[in-house]
């Protein structure tokens, strides 16, 4: 394949592309783009919430007809929160980071040329960038975009009579999803198939770097769980147009009982949830993946416990599939279940205690290298934590009943899933941009980025677990009618004013971005001093990633600071170098790993 | 306020565009020992920072948090979540300080070797049976909890109360003499009968239709709930309550009042509060806020979620008979409209 060079042009090298590598690049930037557009949307309902009763002009001239005077309209917060709710977990956190980091590293790090199917891989991209379009054409609906929630559950999302933006706005949310679940499918049985039959020589599927577990195990619970939320899409859909009853029943509205009999909104809600809750897997272990590569070589040191870093993944991904009834606890569903599902949700806490005990074992010691993406990491453990243990909370069920529904799992869940994901991915753009752009990122505008968006994101996240143990339901559009309410007004404010702080920092990191690509020093072959084996590949993007043949593994990834006497850190290292490269061969007196 | 605000923004984007034009200007892509060492003492000065902002929540914040709970059911709930609640803090805040700590500890330099340690089945082998053991105990008393609220067989004295939820507001009915409620569905809604009750199920004679919620202290309540449009929730935060309301099924919650709403009002926690919220809304030249129970829509239903709640008047059984004697049973209502 390597020696067979095909002729490009502008469209096929930039556009239309199958080079795996190109692909990512795709992925990120459509990732970004609507990432800046979801975050934009969280800064407007973020003023919202803290000044209800005051015009901006902000909200005047980007909500147009959904707003009077400057002050929004209550249909149009709940479209916004909606829509940044399904853009984030679905466009960036899922196509942006699973789609890049995927589609950069699987070939890279298993030693391959390419994805096993290039073609389905650029098909999968721009599945993805039509599903974009369909959803930003959605916010130009008249009357307004879908705004049941990001879980649409019906009969709300099936009614236009019940919200305006159930009607234009929620068809294209729904064909928006139904190509996007296409397009996630098929990457997903891209990267499934090329992590078994395309490693390299020696690249044991025990000798993959984490990151390539995490990719894998991810695309898997993708291919389980995706097609259930495109049924539910298209009963939703069936209910919606054609007059079914999948979902609907015994319903008086705008003065008229509908011919619905039989259906369950429950039903919908255990579909959506079979995806719902895997979904915040498949967007964390990219990033618990990213992460342990990162961790461990900047600390210079292997990874802690690899084999059962290894199991954790495999443990919290089976787990997940088995847990979505905690979303429901409140559903009505029969108690029961919610005492299964309590169970295994909480069986959960035991991998992930697993991987947080052994990042920071993977610190002890260590000789921190402390760069961007590093720190980017360190974040993610520590967010991970923070969110992690308050789903001790949620995940019991008698507990939940009083906090469902609340700011309480709103600052759960952003923390453990959101901010953990976006740093994971920040981390990785840091560390693999070299091998993205041939060139390297400012680290001083990298530094400033991370401080100021971790010290903003627990300023947002922390305060917000209080104000819903006060009580207050999320989704609402403002406070003001209840006087119970009065007095978490003055802390909507502080989390408001983090919120846009934390926000506009983000341009450090996009300015550093598209300047670096253009203006940024050039990068090394291998500037972190890494083991894997994309860094072997040369600088320049060749077709095929290695000139020559492909290379040989013959260790684990992670032999950093290996010394002559294993008993003796202050020995000489093995290799010479506090680093050694998959490809090194395995010296007489090592253990083979 | 608002030009303030507006300044502050110019202020924020003006700095950041300078500083990032001053920024790239500085080559420099891999940390060095110089960054190490500065880095690794601003994970101290984080640390400060969120040690500071959670001790800070946790005591200052305390008096925005929901009072004991004012139903029988809900005193274990409150005891499990502060055990609950006691133990992920001490994990917090031991953990963070491993992460910063080390970050700081180990920050890197020339001089550093790093120690080789790849694994240690004893280490891996107690950090997965602690938190198992911690959980067994968590989801025991979860669990116990769980049937314990959920659990509505065997209430025979309990007051039967459904409650109705609609775009947007919320009504209630009760069962009447024989506690028994009549068979509701949509297809009866007519005129007055909004609840859409089946008149020709004779239970359905002498139930009364409300729009205000009482509840007698110290009785059991069987709640059903209904709704005739959208997915609803019925969230009592101050029974520890909380059911979703679902267009085409009944479901249920039950809990035992503790406290009348006059008792409530006298309790420490409702005091302070109290006085809290009635600072601002005399600054602002607000009615005064005087405690009551209430029951919030607690699961998007459209544009006026936000303001969809129900009163609820918790008072001494003798109090509640008199009250529920005077509201008309639907018989009458029904003949009455004709």
């Known amino acids: 394949m390597s020696d067979h060079h095909h002729k490009e042009t502008f469209v096929t090298k930039y556009i239309f592309s199958q080079d795996h590598k190109m692909i990512s690049k795709q ?31 902000v909200v005047e001239a980007f909500l147009g007809s959904h707003q009077t005077d400057g002050i929004m309209d209550p249909d149009i917060y709940l479209a916004l929160v909606t829509i940044h709710g399904t853009i984030m977990v679905f466009f960036v956190l899922t196509a942006g980071l699973s ?14 040329r390419d994805m096993a199917s290039g073609f389905l891989n650029m098909v999968s991209y721009w599945l ?15 009357a307004g975009p879908a705004a049941a929630g990001w879980t649409v559950y019906p009969p709300l999302s099936a009614l236009p009579q019940a919200i305006p933006g159930s009607g234009t706005g929620m068809t294209l949310w729904l064909v928006s999803m139904a190509i996007f679940i296409a397009s996630s499918l098929i990457g997903a049985l891209n990267y499934i198939v090329t992590v078994l039959n395309l490693r390299t020589k020696g690249m044991k599927m025990t000798r993959l770097p984490l990151t390539i577990w995490a990719f894998f195990v991810t695309a898997i619970i993708g291919v389980v769980s995706f097609p259930v939320l495109l049924s539910a899409s298209l009963l939703l859909i069936f209910d919606r147009s054609f007059g079914t009853s999948f979902f609907l029943s015994d319903i008086f509205i705008a003065g008229e009982v509908l011919h619905y009999q039989g259906g369950s ?25 990213i992460t342990s590569e990162i961790i461990s070589t900047n600390s210079r040191k292997p990874i802690f416990g690899y084999r059962a870093m290894i199991g954790s993944i495999l443990a919290i991904a089976f787990l997940s599939t088995i847990v979505w009834g905690h ?3 409140v559903s009505g569903m029969n108690p029961f279940l919610g005492s299964v599902f309590t169970f295994t949700t909480l069986l959960i806490a035991i991998p992930s205690a697993v991987k947080a005990f ?18 980017f990491s360190i974040g993610l453990v520590s967010t991970f934590v923070t969110g992690g243990l308050t789903g001790l909370v949620l995940g019991d069920s008698a507990l939940d009943i009083n906090i469902h529904d609340t700011y309480f799992v709103v600052a759960h869940f952003h923390l453990v899933m959101g901010v953990s994901a976006i740093f994971g991915m920040y981390a990785g753009i840091y560390h693999w941009f070299p091998k993205m752009y041939g060139r390297m990122m400012n680290k001083t505008l990298g530094y400033w980025h991370f401080w100021i968006t971790i010290v903003c994101a627990y300023g947002v996240f922390w305060p917000m677990h209080f104000i819903g143990l006060a009580g207050l339901p999320r989704r609402y559009y403002t406070n003001t009618n209840f006087p119970m309410f009065d007095d978490l007004a003055d802390i909507n404010i502080v989390i408001t004013l983090f919120a846009l702080v934390g926000g506009i920092a983000q341009i450090f990191f996009i300015a550093n971005f598209f300047i670096s690509m253009y203006r940024g020093e050039k990068a090394t072959q291998n500037p972190w001093k890494s083991n894997t084996l994309e860094w072997t590949t040369p600088v320049e993007h060749v077709h095929g990633n290695w000139p020559g043949r492909l290379p040989e593994v013959h260790r684990w990834a992670y032999d950093y600071s290996k010394r002559v006497d294993p008993n003796d850190d202050d020995s000489d290292y093995l290799h010479g170098q506090d680093f050694v490269l998959q490809t090194t061969p395995l010296l007489e007196l090592e253990e083979p790993s | 306020m608002l030009a303030l605000f507006y300044i502050f923004i110019g202020v924020a984007i003006g700095v950041s565009v300078w500083q990032i034009t001053r920024i790239m200007d500085f080559r420099g892509s891999i940390a060095n020992d110089k960054d190490n060492a500065a880095h ?14 959670m001790i800070y929540c946790l005591i200052f914040l305390n008096v925005i948090m929901l009072p004991e709970s004012a139903s029988i059911e809900g005193e274990h709930d409150d005891r499990l979540f502060n055990i609950t609640f006691w133990l992920i803090g001490v994990v917090q805040f031991f953990m963070q300080f491993l992460i910063f700590y080390f970050t700081f500890k180990y920050r890197g330099s020339k001089d550093r070797k790093a120690k080789f340690y790849a694994d240690s089945h004893k280490l891996e082998f107690i950090w997965t049976v602690t938190p198992a053991i911690v959980l067994v105990g968590l989801v025991g008393y979860g669990l116990w909890q769980w049937n314990n609220v959920m659990d509505l067989s065997n209430e025979d004295d309990a007051i039967a109360i459904e409650v109705y939820a609609q775009q947007f507001n919320w009504k209630a009915r009760y069962a009447g003499v024989d506690n028994t409620l009549g068979y509701g569905n949509v297809n009866f809604i007519k005129g007055i009968n909004t609840m859409g009750v089946d008149m020709r199920d004779k239970n359905s004679a002498d139930d009364k239709q409300v729009t205000e919620l009482y509840l007698p202290k110290g009785r059991k309540i069987h709640f059903k709930f209904r709704s ?44 302070a509060k109290s006085i809290g919220i009635n600072k601002i809304r005399r600054a602002r030249g607000d009615d005064p806020y005087i405690f009551n129970y209430l029951l919030l829509c607690n699961k998007i239903c459209g544009a006026s979620h936000y303001n969809m709640q129900f009163k609820i008047t918790v008072v001494e059984q003798d109090e509640y008979d008199t009250w529920l004697s005077e509201q008309p049973t639907l018989t009458e209502v029904i003949s009455k409209y004709k």
């Open chain 1, 327 to 329: 979303h429901m606890f």
């Open chain 2, 40 to 53: 690794g003492k601003y994970a101290i000065v984080f640390l400060a920072f969120l040690y500071a902002m």
């Open chain 1, 128 to 142: 993805f960038f039509l599903s974009s379009i369909v959803m930003l054409i959605s916010l130009f609906v008249e």
């Open chain 1, 358 to 375: 052994n990042y920071v074992t993977t610190l002890w010691k260590g000789n921190l290298q402390l760069n961007p993406a590093m720190l």
């Open chain 2, 228 to 271: 005739q449009d959208v997915l609803h929730s019925a969230y009592m935060p101050h029974f520890r309550a909380q059911m979703n309301c679902v267009p085409g099924m009944v479901t249920e919650f039950g809990f035992t009042p503790k406290y009348t709403t006059e008792e409530m009002r006298e309790q420490p926690e409702v005091i």
């Open chain 1, 265 to 289: 909104p429950v039903l919908f809600e255990h579909l959506f949830w079979f995806l719902g809750h895997p979904e915040v897997y498949i967007v964390l272990l990219p990033a618990l993946g």
């Open chain 1, 99 to 112: 789609g890049t980091f995927s589609n950069l590293l699987i070939p890279l790090q298993i030693g391959a």
């Open chain 1, 27 to 57: 992925f990120l930037v459509t990732g970004m783009f609507m990432g800046i557009i979801a975050v934009l949307m969280s800064m407007l309902f973020r003023l919202q919430l803290a000044w209800p009763d005051t015009s901006f002009s």
